[in-house]
């Protein structure tokens, strides 16, 4: 089919065998590319294994759009048997690696085994080679990144690990391009348990397209509609920084580990702070509303902000200077941990250190300890080697009633959105298919704008609808989402994109007949890799439904338990799966999944 390279790499790394595989065009029709060519990979050759060892497989996938000359279309999904959860993991990276994988005619790697000793992929077209990466291993994300950009040139796609994935560490990320991060649950552990420091794509193949003359006509369009956009001067300021003020205006901003949704001293950490502190601005290929926002930190490093990494590092630990948050979040670019997590596991140790369950004394904002902390879960080591494993793991370590503020469903740490009074934001988190991320149903700003304290079917419906935009299509298409979430580019040019890639006319209901049997995959695979999966995998934890916040306009709200019971019942219902949240038989029969209904039982 145009559009698509001529199948899938794969790198046994046990013993240096290289070889390429189609991939049929029912593969392409059924699951499009990136996170649906990633589930049916992991479903059809990963079972039962330790996410660590080397029987497990991990997937580099792009899509139809990926690397196209249209707006943001830079993206590459990394998936795997995830080490911090034990279910599906994935994550999205903007990266000329997505350019370059294009270019050199693959839709997929996939590395499977363990090297003997630390190793990176060289993919240059058709030629692949695995190297010594002893020179590499050890350096953080931003020198192996200028390392390898010096031995193979500029013009090469580079997706790496820091010390943290070397330790396989479970909070650990993949990272490119000093600063884009990608695989929140554990993507970079499972490459450091491979002993694999770096893939580096060349490739110098045009792309096959269908109708080339017409993609770049359209891709024009829609570069100049989304700089036409009347809120693309705000966003080319703040990027996902804007989000910062609205959170704590709307009381879900997490706080104290998510005690609260609001933070006094917000104001030293917004937006605005980031405009005066402004030091450039960087992003993925492809794109015209580049978003990595950059300042100097403490040590005058330049540091990549993103909504998220100040959340988390900021007002979720008590951190009151964006510069201090600014520091952490470029320390855990160096490591390659996930500030999601790692925010979440400090706010965990202090607010254990604050009840008195740790003889450790570290106060909320102590910035020495928050840094101290950075460096030993990215070495498993000390204190910090008690949340390194996720905040999950740690209450079960330390017990004493922790588990109900340790923020966390599945065992991936939920983003920064503190759900107290966002009962739909909630549910989004419980039912995301890696574990609690924003990524799939970033539902909070309608529910805020329109229906805030429901518990209705319409939220829900809502909700699945955003899952299958998000979820479904963008992480299979795989491009970026944002220019139509945050600047308002219409939906409409997506079908038109593919069309002239692929030849094929294709509606929505195609593309959400695809997200639903990517996510009736995924479901299966979690059901199948943890036999007690199950309802009780999708609650987010009791601190929303038992400790209403105590200040701010949200003051006394908590989620209403038996409501939001109700609500999941829905989503099963409209989802097709029983009362235990597993897909129904016919419901995977419906998705042409006869065999997977008979694997799952
Ligand atoms: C994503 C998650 C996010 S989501 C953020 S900030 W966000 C955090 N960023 C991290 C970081 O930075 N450094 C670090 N060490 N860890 C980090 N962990 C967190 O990871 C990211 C953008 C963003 S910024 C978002 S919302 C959108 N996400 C998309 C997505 O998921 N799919 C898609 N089709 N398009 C998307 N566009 C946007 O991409 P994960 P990136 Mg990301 C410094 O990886 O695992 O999905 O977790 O990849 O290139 O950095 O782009 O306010
Ligand atoms: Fe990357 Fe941001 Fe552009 Fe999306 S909007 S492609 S995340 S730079």
Known sequence: ????????????????????????????????????????????????????????????????????????SGKMVIASKSPLTGGYGDGNIGTMASVYLKKAGYDAVVVEGKSGKPCYVLIEDETVQILDANDLWGKNSFEAQDLLEKKHGRNSGIVLIGPGGENEVPIATVMSQHGRAGGRPGMGAVMGAKNLKALVIKGTKNVSNFDDAKLRELGKKGYDEIKGKESYDFWMRQGTMQAFEWCNENACLPTHNFKEGVFEFAKE???????????????????????????????????????????????????????????????????????ISLGSGIGFLMEASEKGLISEKINWGDFDAAQRLVGEI?????????????????????????????????????????????????????????????????????EIANDRFSYNKAKVEKLIEFQRLRGGFFESATVCRLPWVEVGFGLDWYPEYLEAVTGEKKTWEDFHQIGDR???????????????FGRKWDYPPDRWFDDAQSRGKMKGMKIDRRKYDQMLSWYYELRGWDDNGIPRRDTLERSGLNEVAKAIG
């Open 1 to 72: 089919m145009n559009g698509y390279g001529n199948g899938l790499l794969r790198i046994n790394l046990s013993d240096g065998k290289v070889t390429k595989e189609a991939i049929f065009d029912a593969m392409k029709r059924d699951f499009l590319g990136g996170r649906g060519f990633a589930i049916k990979i992991l479903w059809d050759e990963v079972k039962n294994v330790d996410p660590l060892s080397e029987k497990n497989k991990i997937v580099f996938s792009i899509g139809p759009l990926s690397g196209q000359l249209l707006p943001s």
């Open 269 to 339: 950490l917004d937006g605005y702070v980031l405009e005066r502190l402004h030091a450039g601005r960087k992003g993925c290929p492809m794109c015209n509303m580049q978003c990595g926002h950059l300042i100097k930190d403490a040590s005058d490093r330049e540091a990549e902000l993103d909504y998220e990494n100040i959340g988390m590092l900021g007002p979720n630990i008590g951190i009151k200077s964006l510069i201090q948050a600014g520091q952490l979040n470029r320390m855990a670019d160096e490591w390659g941990l996930d500030t």
């Open 378 to 446: 990215g070495r498993g080591e000390g204190l910090g080697k008690l949340v390194s494993r996720g905040v999950k793991v740690a209450s079960e370590t330390i017990g004493q009633g922790s588990e109900k503020w340790a923020m966390q469903i599945k065992g991936l740490e939920i983003s920064a959105y503190n759900c107290h009074a966002c009962p739909g934001m909630a549910l989004s988190f419980g039912t995301s298919p890696i574990g609690a991320s924003h990524k799939d149903a970033w539902i909070i700003a309608w």
């Open 518 to 532: 990517i996510y009736n995959l995924i479901r299966a695979f979690w059901k199948r890799e943890n036999p007690g």
